[in-house]
């Protein structure tokens, strides 16, 4: 599977990284099994999965107030993203 990665475009012409570097191997360390070294690669990979799993939940089956579990979590995805990618760049 590693061989099939992209490469981060980002670290390759500026030099650092991006908000999603690392989410391809932390999808990579959850088919593995090490859920813990998942979220230490990339914090946002559970609040993401869970998001893109209620996202097509509600596609094939609409529940009341998805909208506002589906914002919710919209919301902790991207403050994840957003605090882990500054705790990143200022370590």
């Not at 529940?63 to 506002?68: G, L, Q």
């Amino acid at each position: 599977m590693e061989n099939y990665m992209l490469p981060c475009l980002n670290k390759k012409l500026f030099g650092f990284e991006c908000m999603g570097c690392g989410i391809q191997r932390s999808v990579q360390l959850i088919f593995q099994g090490e859920f813990l070294e998942a979220f230490y690669m990339y914090p946002a990979i559970y609040s993401l999965i869970a998001l893109f799993f209620t996202i097509g939940l509600n596609i094939f089956f609409k529940f009341k107030n998805s909208n506002i579990v589906i914002g919710a979590l919209a919301i902790l995805s991207v403050a994840t993203i957003v605090i882990s990618y500054i705790i990143k760049i200022t370590l």
